[in-house]
């Protein structure tokens, strides 16, 4: 079994979408596992890294090897931003004092990566780590002190999500990598699967080209699906595209991945229309408790009428809103629309 270490569940969201990990009981921190493999969410910092890592390889014996997946910082040019690169040796500086020990791992990479127990945001700090190694991150030096304890093996992937050494002020990079997690989350991921030897295969559509379009790994999947099924009517991809106005898609003003989700929505009203008119009239009845922040899921392939809600409550003014919410819908409306009657 391999064990999976991310310092945040924002690096980790695509390999718990994709890779069917179930979560195990833990009363400290996150803790997954699926069938090749154990995932853990340590938190950021070394001493929680060391804590957690460590924590997990003493109670499950059947691990092999252990894994570090996040992001770090380019300490020169060796590394550009937004590529995924392997440590080779890491290295540690806790309260400004470089630690003596320094962890190998298997690997043939010949970038370096500093630990550091403060965040390196600019070029004043980036000057002081660049002696010791190419990259910095906040966590690599504690799991590969916790993987030698166990005598077992370790490799670290970091994709480079800033670069400090030229930044002349602190940056504000938390802000752009929350921003940027699921993409980051993405790309990590599949570096995984290239590194186990089960890489993604995928079609090539046209639609790759359209660089103002950003797929997930999931609106991917949706998107080759959706299309392979629409060929089965249409004769050529570029067709589709045209029906569905993707030229229009492309210059709105919102994110990539907004606009893919536009995209794939027009594709699925293409393939069932019945469907998406019948779910565009649910989303208008069911809008009363959406407008209260309550969040609705409907069966599965709208085979049966009922649905689930859930909601946050901090307050009076919010169970109010609520109450007044349930009250307005028209359920009698909605059980309706199930049950066939769509203005089509």
């Not at 002081?128 to 005598?151: G, H, M, Q, T, Y």
């Not at 080209?209 to 249409?234: A, G, N, P």
Request: with cysteine.
């Amino acid at each position: 079994m391999r064990l999976l270490v991310f310092a945040h569940r924002a690096e980790a969201q695509t390999f718990l979408k994709q890779a069917n990990y179930r979560s195990l009981e833990s009363k400290s921190y996150p803790i997954y596992k699926n069938a090749d493999s154990y995932l853990i969410i340590s938190g950021e910092g070394i001493f929680n890294a060391l804590e957690c890592t460590i924590a997990t390889l003493s109670k499950f014996e059947d691990i092999s090897v252990v894994y570090n997946f996040g992001v770090a910082g380019a300490l020169d040019d060796q590394s550009e931003i937004d590529s995924i690169v392997e440590v080779r040796t890491c290295y540690a500086i806790i309260n400004e004092v470089v630690e003596f020990k320094s962890f190998t791992a298997s690997s043939k990479s010949k970038l370096d990566c500093i630990t550091s127990s403060s965040r390196a945001l600019d070029k004043e700090k980036a000057s002081k780590l660049s002696p010791f190694a190419n990259i910095v991150d906040r966590e690599l030096w504690a799991i590969a002190k916790a993987s030698s304890n166990f005598s077992l093996d370790f490799r670290a992937f970091k994709l480079i999500s800033d670069e400090p050494y030229k930044e002349e002020s602190k940056a504000s990079i938390c802000e752009v990598i929350k921003d940027k997690a699921e993409y980051y989350s993405d790309k990590l991921y599949k570096e995984y699967l290239n590194i186990i030897d089960q890489p993604i295969v995928e079609s090539k559509f046209v639609i790759e080209e359209y660089k103002d379009l950003y797929f997930t790994i999931s609106q991917y999947r949706s998107y080759s699906t959706l299309m392979t099924q629409l060929l089965t009517k249409y004769d050529s991809e570029e067709d589709i595209l045209k029906l569905v106005e993707v030229d229009k898609i492309i210059t709105l003003d919102i994110l990539p991945k907004q606009r893919t989700s536009i995209l794939l929505e027009k594709l699925r009203e293409i393939l069932t229309p019945f469907n998406s008119k019948l779910q565009s009239q649910l989303d208008q009845v069911l809008s009363p408790l959406h407008e209260a922040r309550v969040k609705t899921t409907l069966s599965k392939n709208l085979e049966i009428d009922q649905f689930k809600i859930s909601a946050t409550i901090q307050n009076e003014v919010e169970l109010k809103k609520i109450a007044r919410a349930l009250t307005n819908l028209d359920y009698q409306a909605y059980r309706s629309l199930m049950r066939g009657n769509v203005d089509v």
